[in-house]
Protein backbone atom coordinates (compact mmCIF):
# COMPACT_ATOMS: atom_id res chain seq x y z
CA UNK A 1 0.00 0.00 0.00
CA UNK A 2 3.30 2.64 1.24
CA UNK A 3 4.48 1.76 -2.17
CA UNK A 4 1.26 2.29 -3.99
CA UNK A 5 0.54 5.92 -2.26
CA UNK A 6 4.21 6.81 -2.92
CA UNK A 7 3.68 6.12 -6.91
CA UNK A 8 0.78 8.29 -6.57
CA UNK A 9 2.85 11.50 -5.47
CA UNK A 10 6.21 10.89 -6.89
CA UNK A 11 6.51 11.12 -10.29
CA UNK A 12 5.31 14.90 -10.04
CA UNK A 13 8.14 15.51 -8.09
CA UNK A 14 10.51 13.59 -10.34
CA UNK A 15 11.01 16.35 -12.77
CA UNK A 16 11.84 19.00 -10.14
CA UNK A 17 14.35 16.93 -8.54
CA UNK A 18 15.94 16.47 -11.76
CA UNK A 19 16.01 20.12 -12.53
CA UNK A 20 18.04 21.25 -9.07
CA UNK A 21 20.33 18.40 -9.91
CA UNK A 22 22.26 20.31 -12.86
CA UNK A 23 21.69 23.61 -10.62
CA UNK A 24 23.71 22.08 -7.37
CA UNK A 25 26.06 20.53 -9.08
CA UNK A 26 27.03 17.83 -6.28
CA UNK A 27 28.45 14.51 -6.83
CA UNK A 28 25.66 12.57 -8.18
CA UNK A 29 26.15 8.69 -8.90
CA UNK A 30 23.16 6.99 -10.85
CA UNK A 31 22.26 3.34 -9.96
CA UNK A 32 18.83 1.25 -10.26
CA UNK A 33 16.31 2.54 -8.90
CA UNK A 34 14.73 -0.41 -6.47
CA UNK A 35 12.97 1.11 -3.81
CA UNK A 36 11.39 4.60 -4.08
CA UNK A 37 12.18 7.22 -1.33
CA UNK A 38 14.36 9.89 0.12
CA UNK A 39 16.97 8.97 2.49
CA UNK A 40 19.65 10.91 4.15
CA UNK A 41 21.76 10.51 6.28
CA UNK A 42 25.75 9.07 6.90
CA UNK A 43 27.18 6.27 4.83
CA UNK A 44 27.89 3.24 6.87
CA UNK A 45 29.81 0.39 4.27
CA UNK A 46 28.82 -2.94 5.54
CA UNK A 47 32.16 -5.57 5.72
CA UNK A 48 31.39 -8.01 2.77
CA UNK A 49 30.64 -11.87 3.88
CA UNK A 50 34.36 -13.39 2.66
CA UNK A 51 34.16 -16.54 1.62
CA UNK A 52 36.02 -18.73 4.19
CA UNK A 53 38.21 -22.23 2.82
CA UNK A 54 37.68 -24.48 5.47
CA UNK A 55 40.39 -27.53 4.83
CA UNK A 56 39.03 -31.18 5.03
CA UNK A 57 40.43 -32.72 8.82
CA UNK A 58 40.41 -36.36 9.01
CA UNK A 59 38.10 -37.00 12.32
CA UNK A 60 38.24 -40.49 14.29
CA UNK A 61 35.40 -42.78 13.79
CA UNK A 62 34.59 -41.94 17.88
CA UNK A 63 34.15 -38.52 17.34
CA UNK A 64 31.41 -38.53 14.66
CA UNK A 65 28.53 -38.28 16.73
CA UNK A 66 30.43 -35.07 18.85
CA UNK A 67 30.75 -33.54 15.38
CA UNK A 68 27.13 -34.22 13.99
CA UNK A 69 25.85 -32.86 17.31
CA UNK A 70 28.26 -29.87 16.81
CA UNK A 71 26.57 -29.22 13.25
CA UNK A 72 22.68 -29.83 15.30
CA UNK A 73 23.55 -27.02 17.65
CA UNK A 74 24.38 -24.50 15.06
CA UNK A 75 21.58 -25.50 12.79
CA UNK A 76 19.48 -25.00 16.29
CA UNK A 77 21.35 -21.47 16.92
CA UNK A 78 20.40 -20.12 13.39
CA UNK A 79 16.41 -21.42 13.47
CA UNK A 80 16.59 -19.18 16.65
CA UNK A 81 18.52 -16.71 15.26
CA UNK A 82 15.55 -16.68 12.61
CA UNK A 83 12.85 -17.10 14.90
CA UNK A 84 14.01 -13.83 17.22
CA UNK A 85 14.40 -11.99 14.09
CA UNK A 86 10.72 -13.54 12.71
CA UNK A 87 9.37 -11.81 15.98
CA UNK A 88 10.39 -8.38 15.75
CA UNK A 89 9.51 -8.47 12.00
CA UNK A 90 6.24 -9.86 13.04
CA UNK A 91 5.76 -7.06 16.08
CA UNK A 92 6.39 -4.24 13.32
CA UNK A 93 3.70 -5.92 10.82
CA UNK A 94 6.44 -6.44 8.01
CA UNK A 95 4.93 -9.71 6.20
CA UNK A 96 7.30 -10.06 3.72
CA UNK A 97 10.48 -10.10 5.99
CA UNK A 98 7.99 -12.61 7.50
CA UNK A 99 7.84 -14.93 5.22
CA UNK A 100 10.97 -14.54 3.69
CA UNK A 101 12.78 -15.87 7.43
CA UNK A 102 10.35 -18.83 7.33
CA UNK A 103 11.47 -20.00 3.93
CA UNK A 104 14.88 -20.02 5.65
CA UNK A 105 13.61 -21.45 8.67
CA UNK A 106 12.35 -24.35 6.16
CA UNK A 107 15.37 -24.75 4.60
CA UNK A 108 17.15 -25.40 7.69
CA UNK A 109 14.81 -28.34 8.17
CA UNK A 110 14.98 -29.69 4.57
CA UNK A 111 17.18 -33.15 4.51
CA UNK A 112 19.75 -31.46 2.42
CA UNK A 113 20.52 -29.35 5.29
CA UNK A 114 20.16 -32.75 7.64
CA UNK A 115 20.53 -36.30 6.42
CA UNK A 116 22.55 -35.69 3.57
CA UNK A 117 25.40 -33.11 5.58
CA UNK A 118 25.15 -36.02 9.06
CA UNK A 119 25.63 -38.98 6.44
CA UNK A 120 28.07 -37.46 4.22
CA UNK A 121 30.31 -36.55 8.10
CA UNK A 122 29.68 -40.66 8.65
CA UNK A 123 31.01 -41.36 5.22
CA UNK A 124 33.66 -39.10 4.48
CA UNK A 125 35.03 -38.89 8.37
CA UNK A 126 35.73 -34.73 8.18
CA UNK A 127 35.04 -31.61 10.09
CA UNK A 128 31.55 -30.44 10.03
CA UNK A 129 32.37 -27.05 8.42
CA UNK A 130 34.31 -28.66 5.64
CA UNK A 131 31.64 -31.16 4.48
CA UNK A 132 28.80 -28.48 4.91
CA UNK A 133 30.43 -25.73 2.63
CA UNK A 134 30.77 -28.90 -0.15
CA UNK A 135 27.12 -29.58 -0.08
CA UNK A 136 26.11 -25.89 -0.25
CA UNK A 137 28.54 -25.51 -2.94
CA UNK A 138 26.78 -27.81 -5.06
CA UNK A 139 23.83 -26.64 -4.18
CA UNK A 140 24.72 -23.05 -4.69
CA UNK A 141 25.79 -24.20 -8.50
CA UNK A 142 22.01 -25.71 -8.97
CA UNK A 143 21.12 -21.78 -8.56
CA UNK A 144 23.72 -20.28 -10.25
CA UNK A 145 23.20 -22.15 -13.37
CA UNK A 146 19.52 -21.58 -13.65
CA UNK A 147 18.33 -19.35 -16.71
CA UNK A 148 15.22 -17.48 -14.84
CA UNK A 149 16.75 -14.41 -13.32
CA UNK A 150 14.28 -14.30 -10.49
CA UNK A 151 15.59 -18.00 -9.89
CA UNK A 152 18.79 -17.59 -10.04
CA UNK A 153 18.84 -14.46 -7.37
CA UNK A 154 17.63 -17.12 -5.30
CA UNK A 155 21.14 -17.98 -5.04
CA UNK A 156 21.92 -15.04 -1.91
CA UNK A 157 19.15 -16.96 0.13
CA UNK A 158 21.43 -19.97 -0.12
CA UNK A 159 24.56 -18.10 0.49
CA UNK A 160 22.98 -16.02 3.51
CA UNK A 161 21.53 -19.55 5.28
CA UNK A 162 24.75 -21.09 4.65
CA UNK A 163 26.85 -18.24 6.39
CA UNK A 164 24.15 -18.01 9.17
CA UNK A 165 25.60 -21.78 9.56
CA UNK A 166 28.86 -21.51 9.56
CA UNK A 167 29.19 -17.73 11.99
CA UNK A 168 27.96 -20.77 14.62
CA UNK A 169 30.11 -23.35 13.79
CA UNK A 170 33.20 -21.44 13.50
CA UNK A 171 31.93 -17.49 15.28
CA UNK A 172 33.51 -14.90 13.06
CA UNK A 173 31.57 -11.53 14.55
CA UNK A 174 28.41 -10.35 13.18
CA UNK A 175 28.91 -8.00 10.42
CA UNK A 176 25.96 -5.82 11.19
CA UNK A 177 26.49 -5.86 14.40
CA UNK A 178 28.23 -2.21 15.00
CA UNK A 179 25.65 -0.72 12.66
CA UNK A 180 24.73 2.98 13.17
CA UNK A 181 21.26 3.83 13.50
CA UNK A 182 19.87 6.42 11.04
CA UNK A 183 22.85 5.54 8.51
CA UNK A 184 22.88 4.81 4.81
CA UNK A 185 23.96 1.30 4.22
CA UNK A 186 26.27 0.46 1.99
CA UNK A 187 27.06 -3.67 0.97
CA UNK A 188 28.40 -5.20 -2.21
CA UNK A 189 25.03 -7.78 -2.36
CA UNK A 190 22.71 -7.49 0.49
CA UNK A 191 21.26 -10.49 1.76
CA UNK A 192 17.89 -10.98 2.93
CA UNK A 193 19.31 -11.28 6.75
CA UNK A 194 21.18 -8.01 6.50
CA UNK A 195 18.61 -6.36 5.59
CA UNK A 196 15.91 -7.47 8.04
CA UNK A 197 18.75 -6.67 10.76
CA UNK A 198 19.57 -3.54 9.13
CA UNK A 199 15.72 -2.41 9.21
CA UNK A 200 15.64 -3.39 13.21
CA UNK A 201 18.76 -1.01 13.47
CA UNK A 202 15.80 1.57 12.16
CA UNK A 203 18.99 2.59 9.02
CA UNK A 204 17.64 4.94 6.60
CA UNK A 205 18.53 3.76 2.97
CA UNK A 206 20.09 0.98 1.16
CA UNK A 207 22.70 0.95 -1.36
CA UNK A 208 24.42 -1.99 -3.09
CA UNK A 209 26.80 -3.06 -5.90
CA UNK A 210 24.93 -6.02 -7.36
CA UNK A 211 21.20 -6.82 -6.30
CA UNK A 212 17.52 -5.98 -8.48
CA UNK A 213 14.02 -5.11 -8.46
CA UNK A 214 12.95 -8.76 -7.75
CA UNK A 215 15.38 -10.29 -4.83
CA UNK A 216 14.26 -10.60 -1.60
CA UNK A 217 16.03 -7.55 -0.18
CA UNK A 218 14.16 -5.62 -2.56
CA UNK A 219 10.83 -7.32 -1.34
CA UNK A 220 12.18 -6.36 2.77
CA UNK A 221 13.11 -2.58 1.20
CA UNK A 222 9.45 -1.31 -0.29
CA UNK A 223 7.49 -3.38 2.55
CA UNK A 224 9.64 -1.30 5.10
CA UNK A 225 10.21 2.13 2.87
CA UNK A 226 13.03 2.10 3.02
CA UNK A 227 14.53 3.82 0.28
CA UNK A 228 17.01 1.52 -2.12
CA UNK A 229 19.60 2.40 -5.16
CA UNK A 230 21.52 -0.81 -6.33
CA UNK A 231 24.15 -1.00 -9.18
CA UNK A 232 26.72 1.91 -7.70
CA UNK A 233 30.47 0.29 -7.32
CA UNK A 234 31.97 -0.02 -4.18
CA UNK A 235 35.16 2.01 -5.53
CA UNK A 236 32.52 4.68 -5.67
CA UNK A 237 31.59 4.98 -2.45
CA UNK A 238 34.62 3.67 -0.21
CA UNK A 239 36.80 6.76 0.03
CA UNK A 240 33.31 8.36 1.08
CA UNK A 241 32.33 6.15 4.27
CA UNK A 242 31.05 8.15 7.30
CA UNK A 243 30.40 11.34 4.72
CA UNK A 244 26.49 12.46 4.28
CA UNK A 245 24.86 10.91 1.18
CA UNK A 246 21.07 11.21 -0.33
CA UNK A 247 19.63 8.33 -1.79
CA UNK A 248 16.73 8.97 -4.20
CA UNK A 249 15.16 5.50 -4.53
CA UNK A 250 12.71 6.85 -7.17
CA UNK A 251 14.85 7.57 -9.89
CA UNK A 252 17.84 5.56 -8.67
CA UNK A 253 20.12 9.25 -7.61
CA UNK A 254 22.93 8.57 -4.58
CA UNK A 255 24.59 11.97 -3.77
CA UNK A 256 27.76 12.21 -2.10
CA UNK A 257 28.59 14.95 0.23
CA UNK A 258 25.31 17.30 -0.70
CA UNK A 259 26.11 20.89 -0.10
CA UNK A 260 23.96 22.68 2.08
CA UNK A 261 21.63 24.44 -0.63
CA UNK A 262 21.20 20.54 -1.34
CA UNK A 263 19.83 18.75 2.36
CA UNK A 264 17.89 22.07 2.69
CA UNK A 265 16.39 21.05 -0.87
CA UNK A 266 16.12 16.96 -0.10
CA UNK A 267 15.07 17.99 3.34
CA UNK A 268 12.10 19.96 2.30
CA UNK A 269 11.16 17.28 -0.53
CA UNK A 270 11.17 14.92 2.47
CA UNK A 271 8.90 16.88 4.74
CA UNK A 272 6.54 17.60 1.42
CA UNK A 273 6.45 13.61 1.08
CA UNK A 274 5.65 13.31 4.65
CA UNK A 275 2.66 15.50 4.59
CA UNK A 276 1.07 14.46 1.11
CA UNK A 277 1.56 10.17 2.15
CA UNK A 278 -0.12 11.62 5.74
CA UNK A 279 -3.09 13.18 3.85
CA UNK A 280 -3.64 9.97 2.03
CA UNK A 281 -3.72 7.84 4.71
CA UNK A 282 -6.10 9.79 6.15
CA UNK A 283 -8.25 9.54 3.10
CA UNK A 284 -8.00 5.60 3.29
CA UNK A 285 -11.27 5.55 4.59
CA UNK A 286 -13.08 7.61 2.32
CA UNK A 287 -15.47 6.22 -0.19
CA UNK A 288 -13.15 5.19 -3.41
CA UNK A 289 -15.48 6.55 -6.52
CA UNK A 290 -14.49 7.68 -9.99
CA UNK A 291 -15.62 11.81 -10.97
CA UNK A 292 -19.25 10.21 -12.70
CA UNK A 293 -19.49 8.64 -9.00
CA UNK A 294 -19.38 4.99 -9.61
CA UNK A 295 -18.01 3.05 -6.89
CA UNK A 296 -14.70 1.27 -6.60
CA UNK A 297 -14.38 -1.56 -4.53
CA UNK A 298 -10.76 -1.54 -2.47
CA UNK A 299 -9.70 -5.15 -1.21
CA UNK A 300 -6.26 -6.49 0.04
CA UNK A 301 -4.31 -9.41 -0.73
CA UNK A 302 -3.24 -11.53 2.54
CA UNK A 303 -1.04 -14.83 3.32
CA UNK A 304 -1.84 -15.00 6.81
CA UNK A 305 -4.20 -14.61 9.83
CA UNK A 306 -1.46 -11.57 11.04
CA UNK A 307 -1.69 -9.94 7.54
CA UNK A 308 -5.22 -8.42 8.82
CA UNK A 309 -3.46 -6.35 11.59
CA UNK A 310 -1.43 -5.08 8.90
CA UNK A 311 -1.84 -1.28 8.07
CA UNK A 312 -2.17 -1.94 4.58
CA UNK A 313 -5.73 -3.59 5.50
CA UNK A 314 -7.14 -0.34 6.62
CA UNK A 315 -10.34 0.85 4.64
CA UNK A 316 -10.06 -2.32 2.38
CA UNK A 317 -13.76 -3.98 2.35
CA UNK A 318 -12.23 -7.56 2.11
CA UNK A 319 -9.69 -9.67 0.90
CA UNK A 320 -9.23 -9.53 -3.17
CA UNK A 321 -6.53 -12.52 -2.73
CA UNK A 322 -6.03 -15.36 0.23
CA UNK A 323 -2.73 -16.67 -1.02
CA UNK A 324 -3.44 -20.08 0.71
CA UNK A 325 0.01 -21.80 -0.27
CA UNK A 326 1.68 -19.34 2.53
CA UNK A 327 -1.16 -20.30 5.08
CA UNK A 328 0.88 -23.69 5.56
CA UNK A 329 4.76 -25.06 5.90
CA UNK A 330 5.67 -26.00 2.07
CA UNK A 331 6.13 -29.67 3.78
CA UNK A 332 2.60 -29.73 4.97
CA UNK A 333 0.48 -29.04 1.89
CA UNK A 334 0.62 -32.98 0.23
CA UNK A 335 -0.38 -34.17 3.63
CA UNK A 336 -2.52 -31.59 5.29
CA UNK A 337 -5.87 -32.53 6.04
CA UNK A 338 -9.32 -31.24 5.47
CA UNK A 339 -9.95 -30.74 8.88
CA UNK A 340 -6.90 -28.67 9.59
CA UNK A 341 -7.78 -26.75 6.65
CA UNK A 342 -10.99 -25.86 7.37
CA UNK A 343 -9.76 -25.15 10.56
CA UNK A 344 -7.43 -21.84 9.21
CA UNK A 345 -10.28 -20.58 6.29
CA UNK A 346 -12.50 -20.90 9.51
CA UNK A 347 -10.40 -18.51 11.63
CA UNK A 348 -9.72 -15.99 8.37
CA UNK A 349 -13.08 -15.52 8.34
CA UNK A 350 -13.90 -14.94 11.49
CA UNK A 351 -10.81 -12.49 11.74
CA UNK A 352 -12.31 -10.35 8.46
CA UNK A 353 -15.44 -9.98 10.60
CA UNK A 354 -18.09 -10.50 7.68
CA UNK A 355 -16.03 -9.16 4.85
CA UNK A 356 -15.54 -11.61 1.11
CA UNK A 357 -12.59 -13.61 0.79
CA UNK A 358 -11.37 -14.77 -2.35
CA UNK A 359 -9.20 -17.79 -1.79
CA UNK A 360 -6.33 -18.67 -4.36
CA UNK A 361 -5.68 -22.63 -4.41
CA UNK A 362 -2.75 -23.73 -3.89
CA UNK A 363 0.20 -22.20 -6.00
CA UNK A 364 2.83 -23.64 -6.05
CA UNK A 365 5.56 -24.98 -8.22
CA UNK A 366 9.82 -25.34 -8.26
CA UNK A 367 9.42 -21.49 -9.42
CA UNK A 368 8.86 -20.74 -5.65
CA UNK A 369 10.79 -23.45 -3.80
CA UNK A 370 7.85 -25.75 -3.65
CA UNK A 371 8.55 -29.53 -3.72
CA UNK A 372 11.39 -29.52 -5.91
CA UNK A 373 12.25 -33.38 -5.72
CA UNK A 374 8.41 -33.97 -7.29
CA UNK A 375 8.87 -31.59 -10.35
CA UNK A 376 9.62 -32.75 -13.59
CA UNK A 377 13.02 -31.34 -15.09
CA UNK A 378 11.96 -28.39 -17.35
CA UNK A 379 12.87 -26.04 -19.56
CA UNK A 380 11.34 -22.92 -18.05
CA UNK A 381 9.72 -24.32 -14.03
CA UNK A 382 8.05 -20.69 -14.05
CA UNK A 383 5.34 -22.38 -16.61
CA UNK A 384 5.47 -25.94 -16.64
CA UNK A 385 4.08 -28.16 -13.64
CA UNK A 386 2.70 -25.62 -10.94
CA UNK A 387 -0.39 -24.48 -9.93
CA UNK A 388 -3.47 -25.80 -11.32
CA UNK A 389 -1.10 -28.06 -13.30
CA UNK A 390 0.31 -29.16 -10.02
CA UNK A 391 -3.24 -30.11 -8.30
CA UNK A 392 -4.47 -31.72 -11.39
CA UNK A 393 -1.30 -33.87 -11.49
CA UNK A 394 -2.45 -34.23 -7.30
CA UNK A 395 -6.20 -34.02 -7.39
CA UNK A 396 -6.68 -35.39 -3.58
CA UNK A 397 -4.61 -32.46 -2.63
CA UNK A 398 -6.72 -30.32 -4.79
CA UNK A 399 -10.34 -32.16 -3.60
CA UNK A 400 -9.06 -31.74 0.17
CA UNK A 401 -8.64 -28.30 -0.31
CA UNK A 402 -11.74 -27.84 -2.01
CA UNK A 403 -13.69 -29.53 0.33
CA UNK A 404 -12.56 -27.14 3.06
CA UNK A 405 -13.30 -24.35 1.44
CA UNK A 406 -16.66 -24.90 0.63
CA UNK A 407 -17.57 -26.02 4.01
Not at 384 to 392: H, K, S, T, V
Request: with cysteine.
Amino acid sequence: MQRLLWRSFYWDLKSSLEKAMVEIQECCLRGLPVSAGIAIGRLAILKEHKEIFFAPVAIDHADVDAEILRYRQALFSSRCDLQQLQKLMSVEGSTEAVTIIDTHIQMLEDPLMTTMVEQKIRQMLQNTESVFRSVMGEYEKHFLNMEDLVLRQRLIDVKDLSQRVLNHLHPQGEPSASLPSEAVIFSKELTPSDTIEACVSKVKGFISERGGETSHAALIARAKGIPYVANIEIKELEPFSGSMVIVDGGSGLVIVQPSLATLAYYAEVQEDVMCQYQKLMEDLYVEAQTQEGKKIHILANIEKLEDFDHPFFRGAEGVGLCRSEFLFAQSEILTISEEEQYEHYTALLQKAGGLPIVFRVFDVGSDKGFFDEMMLEEANPALGCRAIRFLLRYPEVFKRQLRAVLR
